[in-house]
C-alpha cells in the first residue's frame, strides 16, 4: 500500500501535519488536499491541540500543484485550474488563516508554486538554511494563486513581489529572512528542533489571545486607523474576559511563571 500523503501526530497540544510524497517534492495531488482537510478537522475537533505545525518530507517542502495529475488524459493536455482552485486550495489558504491558532511553517527545502504560498499562510514561518522560495507559476504560462499575489506586496513591497513573479528566481532562505517574507532561518539540523520547541511553547500560551491577534493583523490591510482601533478594543474586551488575561496578571503579581487553559 502506498503510504498516505499526509501524515498527523498530535503530541504537547501541537499538531504537527507532514507533507509526505517526497519522491515529488510533496507536490499536492487530489487526494493529498483531502487528507489534508481530514488531518485540520482531526486537528481542531481535539481540544488538547492548541497550536498547528507544518512541514514537509525529504528534500522539499512542497512543490505546489502535482503537474502529472492535471493532464486530462483524453486530451493529453493540461486540464482547467478552476475546481482545484475553488475546492482546494483557496478554502485551504482561508482556513490557515483564519484558524484561530498559531501556525508554524517549517520549510524543510524548496517550496515552489502553490507551495511557496502554503508557506506564506501560515503565521510564523522559519525555513532550513538551504531552503528556498520560488514562484515558480511564471515559468509554465500560470499566475500565482494561493494568495501569493496578496502576501507577497504586503511582505515584500511591489518592487521584489513583481521580480520574484515575473521571473519565478529562486529565493535563497536567508535573503527572505533578509527581506521579511519568513520569520528566520536556522541551520538545516536544527530546523525540526527549533521549529517543534516554538510550536510546543505557543501551545502553552493564551491561545484565545493568539488567534485575535491572528485576526487583528490580518485585518489591518484592509482597516484606516479607526477602524483598527475600534477592532482593537473590541477584541481586547474579548480577550480581558478570558481565564488567562486573570492567570496572566495574578501570575505577574506573584512573580510565578503563568499557566494559561488557552481560553
Ligand atoms: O493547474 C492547477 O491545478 C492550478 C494550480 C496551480 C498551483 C501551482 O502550484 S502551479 C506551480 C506548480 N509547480 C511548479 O511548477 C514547480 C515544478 N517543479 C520544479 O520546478 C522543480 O521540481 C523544483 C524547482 C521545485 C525543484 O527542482 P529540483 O531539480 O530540485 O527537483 P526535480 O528533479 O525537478 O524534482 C524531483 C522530482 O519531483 C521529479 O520527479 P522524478 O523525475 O524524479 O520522478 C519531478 O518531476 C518531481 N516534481 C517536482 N515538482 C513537481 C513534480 N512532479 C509533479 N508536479 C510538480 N509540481
Partial sequence: MAPSPILLAIADGVAEITFNRPDKLNSFTAQMHGELRAALDKAQADAS???????????????????????????????????????????????????????????????????????????????????????????????????????????????????????????????????????RVVDDAELMNEARALAKHLATQPTAALGMIKHMIHSSGANDLTEQL??????????????DYVEGVGAFLEKRKPAFKGK
Avoid: H
Fill in 230 to 243: 475600534d477592532l482593537e478594543l473590541e477584541l481586547q474586551m474579548e480577550a480581558s474576559s478570558t481565564y
Fill in 49 to 183: 491541540v492548541r497550536a498547528l505545525l507544518i512541514t514537509g518530507a525529504g528534500r522539499g517542502f512542497c512543490a505546489g500543484q502535482d503537474l502529472a495529475e492535471i493532464i486530462d488524459p483524453k486530451t493529453g493536455k493540461p486540464g482547467s485550474v478552476n475546481a482545484t482552485l475553488e475546492d482546494d486550495y483557496n478554502p485551504l489558504v482561508k482556513r490557515l488563516q483564519s484558524l484561530a491558532m498559531p501556525v508554524v511553517c517549517a520549510v524543510n527545502g524548496v517550496a515552489a508554486g502553490a507551495g511557496a504560498n502554503l508557506a506564506l499562510a501560515c503565521d510564523i514561518v522559519l525555513a532550513a538554511r538551504s531552503a528556498s522560495f520560488i514562484q515558480a507559476f511564471s515559468k509554465i504560462g500560470l499566475v500565482p494563486d494561493s494568495g501569493g499575489s496578496y502576501f507577497l506586496p504586503r511582505l515584500v513591497g511591489t518592487a521584489r513581489s513583481m521580480a520574484l513573479c515575473m521571473l519565478a528566481d529562486k529565493l535563497p532562505a536567508e535573503k527572505a529572512e533578509q527581506w521579511g517574507l519568513i520569520w
